[in-house]
């Protein structure tokens, strides 16, 4: 169960690092050039919040499949179960981080 411990730590990581770039925009002034674009800024969020809850997805993948096959870790029994957890983790993780960007 270590495994999934380090995996929950990891997905802070990502989730940070895919959301940084928000925070990046306002402090290089790109976020006004943004807003004069003809995308709305809605979509754009959303889009920001797609990718990093995808890039999230592929990391929970890639490390429950490593540690499985690779280093013979027992996982559980129920690998659905533990994903589902994850992926729903990371849902709340991902809208969680959207609401502390502006502060």
Known sequence: MRLI???VMFIWFVVIQGLRTLI???ENNTFSRLLSTPINYTKYVLSKMAATYISGI?????IILAGKYLLKISIGHNIF???VMLAVYLFALTCITMIMVPF
């Open 5 to 7: 411990g380090f995996l």
């Open 24 to 26: 990046d925009e306002k």
């Open 81 to 83: 179960a533990i994903a």
């Open 58 to 62: 592929i990391h929970i993948i890639v």
